[in-house]
């Protein structure tokens, strides 16, 4: 399990910190906001997936769509409190966690 989370991790720090810097991030300090914000929600989502998955596997479709609403939520409020560059910060949460996450369900279709 720690290979899935450690691989999770950083591929949603490829596709965020890149999301970012598509939407025109470009300040360090901001970008390494990014990258904390990821680091505070990605490890426990991926954990409680999977946890959920393996002993209540009918119920882990919808506890992924509470754990990725509880991501966006949490982003948001980490951007909006602490970010110079994101004026959007609810809607950047969202779109970069969709890129995200339909990055990472692309990735996992093509290979499995």
Aim: hydrophobic share 60%; charged share 10%.
């Amino acid at each position: 399990m720690l290979i899935a989370l450690s691989l999770s991790l950083a591929l949603t720090l490829l596709f965020e910190e890149a999301f970012a810097l598509l939407r025109g991030l470009r300040v360090r300090s901001e970008l390494l906001l990014v990258a904390l914000v990821n680091v505070l929600t990605n490890p426990p989502l991926v954990f409680i997936h999977y946890i959920t998955a393996l002993y209540l596997p009918m119920t882990a479709p919808f506890v992924l769509l509470i754990l990725e609403i509880a991501a966006v939520i949490i982003e948001w409020r980490c951007y909006y409190h602490y970010s110079d560059q994101i004026h959007h910060p609810f809607l950047f949460s969202l779109t970069a966690n969709l890129f995200s996450f339909g990055l990472g369900c692309l990735i996992n279709h093509l290979i499995f």
